[in-house]
């Protein structure tokens, strides 16, 4: 007779499934659409295996893409890149870019000169870490999914 094996406790309520994909840019204005559409084909196939719990996720993931993605190519010359990674029901969003400096919230520009992204993403975003590097920076977002 085969034993039975139980789960630990700290086991039981463990969630293995862990995905993510990472895109690297030229630093051109068309790779901001490009990211934004990487990110909607991610979380596209990250629904079919699991769903988000909340209708906003998908949208609200995409729109923090789109800003990040936007202020690297605004604010810092040159490559950047974007990493996904989903780990239970979180959304790991970080863009990696040539600018050391941490990006600071602007008074909104109601002319249209900006000043709107960073104040959105901290809105959407459950924590945002900003992690400087030999390079220039990693911008975290951490979303609900």
Do not use: C
Request: charged share 20%; no cysteine.
């Amino acid at each position: 007779m085969a034993a039975e094996r139980k789960p630990a406790q700290s086991e039981a309520g463990l969630n293995t499934l862990a995905v993510e994909q990472s895109w690297r840019f030229e630093g051109a204005l068309s790779n901001v659409s490009e990211a934004r559409e990487g990110a909607a084909v991610f979380l596209h196939g990250l629904a079919r295996m699991q769903p988000p719990t909340s209708p906003d996720a998908h949208d609200d993931v995409v729109l923090v893409v789109a800003e990040l993605a936007s202020n690297a190519f605004a604010y810092a010359p040159g490559p950047f890149s974007l990493h996904m990674r989903a780990v239970a029901d979180t959304v790991q969003v970080a863009v990696a870019d040539t600018n050391s400096a941490a990006p600071e919230a602007r008074p909104v520009d109601l002319t249209g000169r900006g000043g709107v992204g960073w104040h959105l993403i901290n809105t959407v975003a459950e924590q945002t870490i900003t992690v400087p590097n030999d390079e220039g920076k990693t911008v975290y977002a951490f979303l609900a999914w």
